[in-house]
Protein backbone atom coordinates (compact mmCIF):
# COMPACT_ATOMS: atom_id res chain seq x y z
CA UNK A 1 0.00 0.00 0.00
CA UNK A 2 1.33 3.65 -1.12
CA UNK A 3 1.88 6.23 1.83
CA UNK A 4 -1.17 8.26 2.61
CA UNK A 5 -1.78 11.80 1.64
CA UNK A 6 -3.13 13.37 4.81
CA UNK A 7 -6.35 15.54 4.92
CA UNK A 8 -7.08 17.81 7.42
CA UNK A 9 -11.25 18.15 7.32
CA UNK A 10 -11.93 20.57 10.25
CA UNK A 11 -10.69 22.17 13.41
CA UNK A 12 -12.02 24.13 17.12
CA UNK A 13 -10.51 26.25 19.44
CA UNK A 14 -11.66 26.90 22.81
CA UNK A 15 -11.54 30.57 24.25
CA UNK A 16 -8.05 30.41 25.82
CA UNK A 17 -9.31 33.58 27.65
CA UNK A 18 -11.34 31.17 30.00
CA UNK A 19 -10.76 29.92 33.38
CA UNK A 20 -12.30 26.72 33.73
CA UNK A 21 -11.40 26.02 37.87
CA UNK A 22 -13.21 29.16 38.13
CA UNK A 23 -16.39 28.03 36.44
CA UNK A 24 -16.48 24.91 38.43
CA UNK A 25 -15.26 23.05 34.91
CA UNK A 26 -12.48 19.96 34.68
CA UNK A 27 -10.97 18.35 31.86
CA UNK A 28 -13.88 16.64 30.65
CA UNK A 29 -16.08 19.42 30.19
CA UNK A 30 -13.30 20.71 28.26
CA UNK A 31 -12.65 17.82 26.60
CA UNK A 32 -16.33 17.37 25.37
CA UNK A 33 -16.60 20.54 23.89
CA UNK A 34 -13.19 20.42 22.02
CA UNK A 35 -14.50 16.91 20.86
CA UNK A 36 -17.95 18.01 19.83
CA UNK A 37 -16.19 21.58 17.81
CA UNK A 38 -13.99 19.55 16.04
CA UNK A 39 -16.31 17.18 15.19
CA UNK A 40 -18.86 19.28 14.06
CA UNK A 41 -16.68 21.55 12.31
CA UNK A 42 -15.42 18.63 10.26
CA UNK A 43 -18.56 17.54 9.31
CA UNK A 44 -17.72 13.99 10.67
CA UNK A 45 -19.45 11.69 13.03
CA UNK A 46 -18.03 10.40 16.20
CA UNK A 47 -19.23 6.70 15.12
CA UNK A 48 -16.90 8.04 12.15
CA UNK A 49 -13.73 8.51 13.90
CA UNK A 50 -11.29 5.22 13.78
CA UNK A 51 -8.14 6.20 16.32
CA UNK A 52 -7.65 9.39 18.47
CA UNK A 53 -4.53 11.10 19.51
CA UNK A 54 -4.55 13.42 22.85
CA UNK A 55 -1.83 16.15 23.36
CA UNK A 56 -1.44 16.68 27.09
CA UNK A 57 1.45 18.04 29.01
CA UNK A 58 1.09 18.27 32.96
CA UNK A 59 -2.46 16.94 33.75
CA UNK A 60 -1.27 15.36 36.90
CA UNK A 61 0.25 18.03 37.78
CA UNK A 62 -1.87 20.50 37.49
CA UNK A 63 -5.05 18.66 38.33
CA UNK A 64 -4.38 15.17 39.49
CA UNK A 65 -5.57 13.61 36.39
CA UNK A 66 -3.75 11.36 34.34
CA UNK A 67 -4.76 8.81 31.03
CA UNK A 68 -6.14 11.34 29.31
CA UNK A 69 -6.34 9.09 26.28
CA UNK A 70 -9.47 7.74 27.32
CA UNK A 71 -11.24 11.10 28.34
CA UNK A 72 -12.66 11.32 24.60
CA UNK A 73 -14.37 8.48 25.57
CA UNK A 74 -15.65 9.20 28.67
CA UNK A 75 -17.47 12.07 26.96
CA UNK A 76 -18.31 11.02 24.04
CA UNK A 77 -20.06 7.40 23.97
CA UNK A 78 -19.52 6.93 20.34
CA UNK A 79 -15.86 6.92 20.66
CA UNK A 80 -16.15 4.05 23.21
CA UNK A 81 -13.85 1.31 21.94
CA UNK A 82 -11.70 3.35 19.54
CA UNK A 83 -8.00 3.15 20.15
CA UNK A 84 -6.41 6.07 22.13
CA UNK A 85 -3.41 7.34 23.62
CA UNK A 86 -2.08 10.55 25.13
CA UNK A 87 1.33 11.96 24.16
CA UNK A 88 4.01 14.20 25.94
CA UNK A 89 6.68 16.42 24.70
CA UNK A 90 6.40 19.49 26.70
CA UNK A 91 5.21 22.43 24.84
CA UNK A 92 5.45 20.21 21.76
CA UNK A 93 2.89 17.45 22.75
CA UNK A 94 -0.06 18.29 20.87
CA UNK A 95 2.53 18.71 17.37
CA UNK A 96 3.62 14.71 18.66
CA UNK A 97 0.06 13.82 18.65
CA UNK A 98 -0.99 15.01 15.11
CA UNK A 99 2.31 13.21 14.04
CA UNK A 100 1.12 10.09 15.94
CA UNK A 101 -2.14 10.36 14.39
CA UNK A 102 -0.70 10.96 10.72
CA UNK A 103 1.64 7.77 11.29
CA UNK A 104 -0.80 5.67 11.54
CA UNK A 105 -2.91 6.88 8.48
CA UNK A 106 -0.30 6.88 6.77
CA UNK A 107 1.02 3.20 7.79
CA UNK A 108 -2.66 1.93 6.70
CA UNK A 109 -3.94 1.31 10.23
CA UNK A 110 -6.91 3.29 10.17
CA UNK A 111 -8.42 5.96 7.94
CA UNK A 112 -9.39 8.54 10.02
CA UNK A 113 -8.49 10.27 13.02
CA UNK A 114 -9.42 12.86 16.11
CA UNK A 115 -6.90 14.65 17.62
CA UNK A 116 -7.52 16.66 20.26
CA UNK A 117 -4.59 18.86 22.61
CA UNK A 118 -6.13 19.66 26.26
CA UNK A 119 -4.33 21.39 29.23
CA UNK A 120 -5.82 23.41 32.68
CA UNK A 121 -3.17 25.64 34.05
CA UNK A 122 -5.14 28.19 35.59
CA UNK A 123 -5.93 25.62 38.83
CA UNK A 124 -2.82 26.70 41.02
CA UNK A 125 -1.24 30.42 41.93
CA UNK A 126 1.08 31.68 39.44
CA UNK A 127 4.15 30.55 41.47
CA UNK A 128 3.04 27.10 41.50
CA UNK A 129 1.97 27.18 37.87
CA UNK A 130 5.76 27.93 37.19
CA UNK A 131 6.99 25.30 39.28
CA UNK A 132 4.85 22.89 37.82
CA UNK A 133 6.02 23.77 33.89
CA UNK A 134 9.70 23.42 34.98
CA UNK A 135 9.15 19.48 35.08
CA UNK A 136 9.65 20.07 31.46
CA UNK A 137 13.63 20.85 31.34
CA UNK A 138 15.91 18.27 32.96
CA UNK A 139 14.59 19.10 36.66
CA UNK A 140 17.20 19.31 39.18
CA UNK A 141 19.96 20.37 36.89
CA UNK A 142 18.64 23.43 35.19
CA UNK A 143 18.27 26.62 37.56
CA UNK A 144 15.09 27.34 39.95
CA UNK A 145 12.41 25.56 38.88
CA UNK A 146 10.17 28.72 39.28
CA UNK A 147 12.32 30.63 37.11
CA UNK A 148 14.02 27.74 34.71
CA UNK A 149 11.77 29.12 31.45
CA UNK A 150 12.63 32.95 32.06
CA UNK A 151 15.73 32.54 32.92
CA UNK A 152 16.67 29.85 29.87
CA UNK A 153 14.99 31.87 27.83
CA UNK A 154 16.74 35.43 28.93
CA UNK A 155 19.76 32.96 28.47
CA UNK A 156 19.08 32.39 25.01
CA UNK A 157 18.73 36.33 24.06
CA UNK A 158 22.02 36.70 25.61
CA UNK A 159 23.70 34.13 23.29
CA UNK A 160 21.74 35.94 20.51
CA UNK A 161 23.39 39.31 22.03
CA UNK A 162 27.08 37.64 21.99
CA UNK A 163 26.94 36.20 18.74
CA UNK A 164 25.23 39.01 16.89
CA UNK A 165 23.91 41.69 19.40
CA UNK A 166 20.43 42.33 20.22
CA UNK A 167 18.69 45.05 20.87
CA UNK A 168 15.76 44.67 23.62
CA UNK A 169 13.77 47.13 21.67
CA UNK A 170 13.24 44.46 18.99
CA UNK A 171 11.88 42.11 21.76
CA UNK A 172 9.57 44.41 23.10
CA UNK A 173 8.20 44.96 19.56
CA UNK A 174 7.92 41.31 18.87
CA UNK A 175 5.32 41.57 22.16
CA UNK A 176 3.51 44.46 21.05
CA UNK A 177 2.40 42.92 17.54
CA UNK A 178 1.23 39.48 19.49
CA UNK A 179 -1.39 41.39 21.56
CA UNK A 180 -2.13 43.97 18.53
CA UNK A 181 -2.85 41.25 16.32
CA UNK A 182 -4.65 38.89 19.34
CA UNK A 183 -7.21 41.90 19.68
CA UNK A 184 -8.70 41.45 16.23
CA UNK A 185 -9.06 37.13 17.50
CA UNK A 186 -12.17 36.22 19.31
CA UNK A 187 -9.86 33.34 21.33
CA UNK A 188 -7.19 35.32 21.97
CA UNK A 189 -6.61 35.44 25.84
CA UNK A 190 -5.35 39.00 25.74
CA UNK A 191 -7.72 39.92 23.33
CA UNK A 192 -9.52 42.72 25.87
CA UNK A 193 -6.21 43.67 28.20
CA UNK A 194 -5.29 47.02 28.21
CA UNK A 195 -1.60 47.95 27.37
CA UNK A 196 0.06 51.16 27.45
CA UNK A 197 3.73 52.09 25.20
CA UNK A 198 5.51 51.59 28.52
CA UNK A 199 4.24 48.17 28.27
CA UNK A 200 6.47 46.86 26.17
CA UNK A 201 9.71 48.87 27.22
CA UNK A 202 12.35 48.65 29.81
CA UNK A 203 10.30 50.47 32.46
CA UNK A 204 10.93 48.57 35.63
CA UNK A 205 7.70 49.38 37.25
CA UNK A 206 5.65 48.86 34.20
CA UNK A 207 7.31 45.56 32.84
CA UNK A 208 9.17 44.43 35.31
CA UNK A 209 12.05 42.04 34.66
CA UNK A 210 10.80 38.14 35.81
CA UNK A 211 14.45 36.87 35.52
CA UNK A 212 17.56 37.79 33.60
CA UNK A 213 16.96 40.15 30.50
CA UNK A 214 12.95 38.50 30.65
CA UNK A 215 10.53 40.83 31.68
CA UNK A 216 6.37 40.61 32.16
CA UNK A 217 5.51 40.85 28.25
CA UNK A 218 8.36 39.15 26.90
CA UNK A 219 6.25 35.90 28.63
CA UNK A 220 3.69 34.08 27.39
CA UNK A 221 0.39 33.35 29.62
CA UNK A 222 -0.93 30.83 31.87
CA UNK A 223 -3.53 29.46 30.27
CA UNK A 224 -6.42 26.81 30.35
CA UNK A 225 -7.58 25.71 26.50
CA UNK A 226 -8.18 23.02 23.89
CA UNK A 227 -7.84 22.34 20.03
CA UNK A 228 -8.79 19.67 17.82
CA UNK A 229 -8.49 18.39 14.61
CA UNK A 230 -9.98 15.42 12.42
CA UNK A 231 -7.66 14.09 10.01
CA UNK A 232 -8.33 11.52 7.09
CA UNK A 233 -6.42 9.45 4.50
CA UNK A 234 -7.21 10.01 0.91
CA UNK A 235 -9.04 6.64 0.35
CA UNK A 236 -11.44 7.80 2.74
CA UNK A 237 -11.78 11.50 1.12
CA UNK A 238 -12.49 9.60 -2.56
CA UNK A 239 -14.75 7.77 -0.89
CA UNK A 240 -16.41 10.92 1.13
CA UNK A 241 -16.08 13.71 -1.52
CA UNK A 242 -18.84 15.97 0.30
CA UNK A 243 -16.39 16.08 3.49
CA UNK A 244 -13.64 18.44 1.33
CA UNK A 245 -16.20 20.40 -1.07
CA UNK A 246 -16.11 24.15 -1.06
CA UNK A 247 -12.33 24.06 -0.04
CA UNK A 248 -12.98 24.05 3.53
CA UNK A 249 -10.33 21.59 4.07
CA UNK A 250 -6.57 21.33 3.86
CA UNK A 251 -3.71 19.01 3.28
CA UNK A 252 -0.80 18.08 5.23
CA UNK A 253 1.83 18.12 2.56
CA UNK A 254 5.07 18.17 5.32
CA UNK A 255 6.46 18.09 8.35
CA UNK A 256 9.68 18.22 10.63
CA UNK A 257 10.76 16.43 14.13
CA UNK A 258 13.82 16.71 15.43
CA UNK A 259 14.64 15.85 19.46
CA UNK A 260 17.74 16.86 20.90
CA UNK A 261 19.10 16.68 25.08
CA UNK A 262 17.14 18.81 27.71
CA UNK A 263 19.18 21.22 29.02
CA UNK A 264 20.37 24.52 27.14
CA UNK A 265 23.63 24.98 27.47
CA UNK A 266 24.50 21.99 25.65
CA UNK A 267 22.68 23.33 22.66
CA UNK A 268 23.70 26.82 22.55
CA UNK A 269 28.31 24.79 23.06
CA UNK A 270 27.10 22.14 19.99
CA UNK A 271 26.22 25.56 18.00
CA UNK A 272 29.41 27.77 18.53
CA UNK A 273 30.22 26.89 14.97
CA UNK A 274 26.94 26.72 13.25
CA UNK A 275 25.47 29.68 11.40
CA UNK A 276 22.52 28.72 13.74
CA UNK A 277 22.31 28.91 17.39
CA UNK A 278 19.91 26.04 17.64
CA UNK A 279 20.48 24.20 14.11
CA UNK A 280 17.98 21.29 14.83
CA UNK A 281 15.24 24.18 15.10
CA UNK A 282 16.45 25.18 11.87
CA UNK A 283 16.35 21.85 10.37
CA UNK A 284 13.14 20.63 11.41
CA UNK A 285 11.67 23.39 9.90
CA UNK A 286 13.84 22.64 6.41
CA UNK A 287 12.26 18.74 6.76
CA UNK A 288 8.95 20.61 6.90
CA UNK A 289 9.49 22.34 3.30
CA UNK A 290 11.42 19.90 1.91
CA UNK A 291 8.96 17.08 2.19
CA UNK A 292 6.19 19.49 1.23
CA UNK A 293 8.21 20.49 -2.15
CA UNK A 294 9.06 23.87 -1.14
CA UNK A 295 12.16 25.44 -1.75
CA UNK A 296 12.19 28.31 0.85
CA UNK A 297 10.13 30.16 3.77
CA UNK A 298 9.18 32.44 0.75
CA UNK A 299 7.13 29.58 -0.76
CA UNK A 300 4.47 29.75 2.31
CA UNK A 301 1.75 32.69 2.84
CA UNK A 302 1.99 32.97 6.96
CA UNK A 303 3.76 31.04 9.53
CA UNK A 304 2.79 30.07 13.26
CA UNK A 305 5.96 30.16 15.39
CA UNK A 306 6.40 29.11 19.46
CA UNK A 307 6.76 32.73 20.89
CA UNK A 308 6.67 31.08 24.52
CA UNK A 309 9.26 34.20 25.43
CA UNK A 310 10.27 36.84 22.87
CA UNK A 311 13.14 35.06 22.47
CA UNK A 312 12.00 32.13 21.25
CA UNK A 313 9.82 34.46 18.67
CA UNK A 314 13.22 36.19 17.91
CA UNK A 315 15.04 33.05 16.90
CA UNK A 316 12.11 31.76 15.30
CA UNK A 317 12.29 34.48 12.47
CA UNK A 318 16.06 33.59 10.98
CA UNK A 319 15.76 29.91 12.50
CA UNK A 320 12.66 29.66 9.37
CA UNK A 321 14.52 31.84 7.17
CA UNK A 322 12.56 35.16 6.94
CA UNK A 323 15.64 36.81 7.99
CA UNK A 324 19.64 35.97 7.99
CA UNK A 325 21.14 34.50 11.13
CA UNK A 326 21.29 37.09 14.01
CA UNK A 327 19.21 39.63 11.67
CA UNK A 328 15.57 39.04 13.07
CA UNK A 329 15.90 42.34 14.06
CA UNK A 330 15.47 43.36 10.05
CA UNK A 331 12.50 41.76 9.69
CA UNK A 332 10.90 43.34 12.67
CA UNK A 333 11.96 46.73 11.60
CA UNK A 334 10.53 46.42 8.29
CA UNK A 335 7.25 44.96 9.04
CA UNK A 336 8.32 41.77 7.07
CA UNK A 337 6.06 39.76 10.27
CA UNK A 338 3.39 42.20 10.16
CA UNK A 339 -0.01 40.22 9.39
CA UNK A 340 0.10 42.60 5.65
CA UNK A 341 3.82 41.81 5.89
CA UNK A 342 6.31 39.55 3.30
CA UNK A 343 5.64 36.84 5.65
CA UNK A 344 3.51 37.24 8.22
CA UNK A 345 3.79 35.43 12.02
CA UNK A 346 0.95 34.74 14.34
CA UNK A 347 -1.48 36.70 12.33
CA UNK A 348 -3.86 35.85 15.17
CA UNK A 349 -1.72 36.71 17.98
CA UNK A 350 0.52 33.43 18.86
CA UNK A 351 1.15 32.15 22.47
CA UNK A 352 2.11 35.58 24.01
CA UNK A 353 -1.17 37.35 22.76
CA UNK A 354 -3.57 34.66 22.11
CA UNK A 355 -2.40 32.12 25.31
CA UNK A 356 0.01 28.86 25.79
CA UNK A 357 -2.49 25.79 27.09
CA UNK A 358 1.04 23.99 26.82
CA UNK A 359 -0.55 20.58 25.49
CA UNK A 360 -2.82 22.02 23.05
CA UNK A 361 -0.63 25.02 21.61
CA UNK A 362 0.46 22.26 18.53
CA UNK A 363 -2.74 21.78 17.80
CA UNK A 364 -4.01 25.20 17.93
CA UNK A 365 -1.39 26.00 15.32
CA UNK A 366 -2.47 23.65 12.78
CA UNK A 367 -5.91 24.72 13.60
CA UNK A 368 -5.05 28.69 12.78
CA UNK A 369 -3.41 27.38 9.80
CA UNK A 370 -6.06 25.37 8.46
CA UNK A 371 -8.79 28.48 9.07
CA UNK A 372 -6.05 30.81 7.36
CA UNK A 373 -5.50 28.28 4.04
CA UNK A 374 -9.39 28.14 3.79
CA UNK A 375 -10.10 31.31 3.97
CA UNK A 376 -12.16 31.12 7.46
CA UNK A 377 -9.29 33.35 9.65
CA UNK A 378 -11.83 36.29 10.40
CA UNK A 379 -10.30 39.37 11.07
CA UNK A 380 -7.08 37.83 11.65
CA UNK A 381 -7.18 36.85 7.74
CA UNK A 382 -4.08 37.15 5.78
CA UNK A 383 -5.12 37.99 2.09
CA UNK A 384 -4.79 34.55 0.04
CA UNK A 385 -2.91 32.29 2.36
CA UNK A 386 -2.50 29.33 0.30
CA UNK A 387 0.23 27.33 2.78
CA UNK A 388 0.81 27.96 6.21
CA UNK A 389 3.64 26.39 8.07
CA UNK A 390 4.16 25.59 12.07
CA UNK A 391 7.11 25.97 14.40
CA UNK A 392 6.63 24.03 17.37
CA UNK A 393 9.24 23.81 20.67
CA UNK A 394 8.86 21.63 23.89
CA UNK A 395 11.26 22.77 26.36
CA UNK A 396 14.69 25.04 25.25
CA UNK A 397 13.68 23.67 21.81
CA UNK A 398 14.45 19.52 23.06
CA UNK A 399 11.59 18.63 20.88
CA UNK A 400 11.23 20.37 17.76
CA UNK A 401 7.91 19.67 15.61
CA UNK A 402 6.91 21.39 12.04
CA UNK A 403 3.98 21.19 9.61
CA UNK A 404 3.35 22.44 6.42
CA UNK A 405 -0.68 22.89 5.84
CA UNK A 406 -2.06 23.88 2.10
CA UNK A 407 -5.28 24.86 1.41
CA UNK A 408 -7.51 22.23 -1.22
CA UNK A 409 -9.02 23.47 -4.83
CA UNK A 410 -12.58 24.92 -3.81
Not at 6 to 19: C, E, H, K, T
Not at 58 to 67: A, E, N, P, R
Not at 183 to 204: C, H, I, K, L, V
Request: aromatic share 6%.
Amino acid sequence: MGQQGIWVLGGYQSDFARNLTREGEAFDALTAEVVRGTLGDAGVRAVDVETVHVGNAFGQLFTGQGHLGAMPATVEPDLWGRPAARHEAACASGSIAILAAMAELEAGRYATALVVGLELERTVPGDTAAQHLGAASWVGHEGSPKYVWPQGFSDLADEYDRRYGLDDAHLHAFAAMAVRNARDNPNAQTRGWQFGEASFSDDDDVNPVVAGRTRRTDCSQVTDGGAGLVLATDSWVRGHPGAVAGGRAARITGWGHRTVGLPLAPKLERSREDTHVMPHVRDAFADALRRAGLGSVDDLSAVEVHDCFTASGYLAIDHTGIADPGESWKAIESGDIERTGRIPVNPGGGLIGGGHPVGATGVRMAVDALRQVTGTAGATQVPGARRVGTLNIGGSTATTCSLVLEGAPA
